[in-house]
């Protein structure tokens, strides 16, 4: 069954590193998200993309996030400067049509997730 | 406020035996979703079920149906004939506003299934 893979599984950091966090979405998917979840809280949204750009992002994807799908088949997530706080799972996810798509929604397919630790 | 409210952080189930997890939501658009996502102890989210804002009839995917309140603003997973795989984290999440495509999730109810 096609699966959207995701590396690093866990990324050790100091304080002020940039970081990339790599996803390979299902191959006939079209539209892509990065969420993150903070140890023991919820999962929050980040960012949507969709067509070589992004569609929508939260308030916590500031202009230390950036995303890039650099070749046709990786999603890449980067954080510039990273801080303690962006400690978390990070979790990509992929699906075939948007979220308002027929039948399931839309559903989302989710990566195992990377858990990055910052230092 | 919050738009997803999970108030059982933990809940445990005899196998064999059905489970409601609850979920309110809070959202002034007519039109949204209701999703359930499981994540086992693996880490990845595992999507269950799906409840649009304007399907009357509730939602059912196998052992797993959506209890639909809407009056109520109640989206409650009931898992029917619990087994030993079933023990993970239950997410509830809402997709709100036409042509957003966003989830915004619940903080999970960790189900453990006792034999």
């Known amino acids: 069954e096609p699966e959207v893979t995701q590396t690093p599984s866990h990324q050790v950091t100091q304080m002020g590193q940039e970081v990339i966090l790599r996803c390979v979405p299902i191959s006939n998917h079209l539209y892509f998200y990065w969420y993150r979840q903070i140890l023991g809280q919820k999962v929050e949204f980040l960012v949507s993309?969709?067509?070589?750009?992004?569609s929508e992002k939260s308030e916590i994807f500031d202009d230390q996030f950036s995303v890039e799908r650099p070749d046709g088949s990786n999603f890449t997530l980067k954080i510039r400067s990273t801080k303690l706080e962006d400690s978390a799972m990070y979790f990509c996810?992929?699906?075939?049509?948007?979220?308002w798509g027929q039948g399931a929604g839309g559903e989302l397919f989710f990566g195992e997730g990377s858990r990055l630790t910052v230092l | 406020a919050q738009k997803i409210t999970q108030t059982q952080p933990g809940m445990f189930v005899q196998e064999k035996e059905a489970v409601t997890l609850d979920c309110t939501y809070d959202?002034?658009?007519?039109?949204?979703?209701l999703f359930w996502y499981k994540q086992p102890s693996s880490g990845e989210m595992i999507f269950l079920i799906y409840?649009?804002?304007?399907?009357?009839q509730n939602a059912t995917e196998g052992r797993y149906s959506l209890n639909f309140q809407k009056a109520r603003k109640s989206a409650n997973l009931v898992i029917s004939a619990s087994q030993l795989g079933d023990s993970a984290m239950y997410f509830c999440?809402?997709?709100?506003?036409?042509?957003?495509?966003?989830?915004?999730f619940g903080t999970g109810t960790r189900l453990t299934v006792i034999p």
């Open positions: 996810a992929s699906s075939e049509q948007d979220l």
């Open positions: 993309f969709y067509n070589n750009e992004i």
């Open positions: 409840q649009g804002s304007y399907d009357e």
């Open positions: 959202t002034s658009d007519q039109s949204y979703g």
């Open positions: 999440a809402m997709r709100e506003g036409e042509g957003a495509n966003n989830l915004f």
